[in-house]
């Protein structure tokens, strides 16, 4: 009987590495952009029974059995369903989502510089191509990214460097009026 029944942490380990799964694949579904709202619904779920399950365990431990990284990927799970829910109810401002993607592909650049191109970003983002420099360009002025290396034209894309450090700054130029243009 005593086999059967899990003892508390081991309901804490198990549910964390299902949950640090879990945001791993929302983080890579989002910044690939949510093309169908199903999906996303679909994701909407699934991040709300991981909470609640986590939510329960919470309950049922002594606060010393919840180490700050259980904590910390509760505050992510949290903070991935407010947009995912963002981008269901057509929320998210290209701007926004142009700063997520820059800081993904930061995240994933070997030697800290990445590939951008104007016209990638504005498929991406569904704007014109105009407008992707423009978003660009707002980056550049505000400290965001710095650009390390040209386009060729037909040939690559200009490479970036990301700068921005996730500070209250930073999300407060970024979220005013769901854009990093004031």
């Known amino acids: 009987m005593g086999e059967l029944l899990m003892t ?8 964390f590495v299902n949950a640090t799964e879990v945001a791993k694949l929302c983080d890579r579904e989002l910044s690939r952009r949510v093309v ?3 999906r996303a619904a679909v994701s909407v779920n699934i991040l709300s029974q991981t909470l609640g399950a986590m939510e329960t365990l919470e309950r049922e431990a002594a606060p010393n059995d919840l180490s700050e990284d259980w904590k910390s990927l509760r505050i ?6 407010a947009r995912f829910q963002a981008v269901i109810a057509g929320a998210v401002a290209p701007q926004q989502e142009a700063f997520y993607l820059f800081r993904s592909f930061s995240s994933f650049a070997k030697d800290g510089d990445f590939p951008i191109g104007q016209s990638s970003l504005s498929d991406r983002l569904s704007i014109t191509q105009r407008g992707a420099g423009y978003v660009i360009s707002r980056f550049l002025e505000l400290g965001i990214v710095r650009k390390v290396a ?6 690559w894309p200009a ?6 450090k996730e500070t209250d700054a930073t999300k407060r ?8 243009t004031e």
Not at 150 to 155: E, G, L, S, T
Not at 159 to 164: M, N
């Open 8 to 15: 508390i942490e081991h309901r804490i380990s198990d549910l």
């Open 36 to 38: 169908y709202l199903n």
């Open 76 to 81: 992510r799970l949290r903070i991935l369903k």
């Open 150 to 155: 040209p386009a060729k034209i037909n040939a």
């Open 159 to 164: 490479c970036y460097r990301w700068l921005a």
């Open 173 to 180: 130029a970024c979220n005013r009026s769901g854009s990093a």
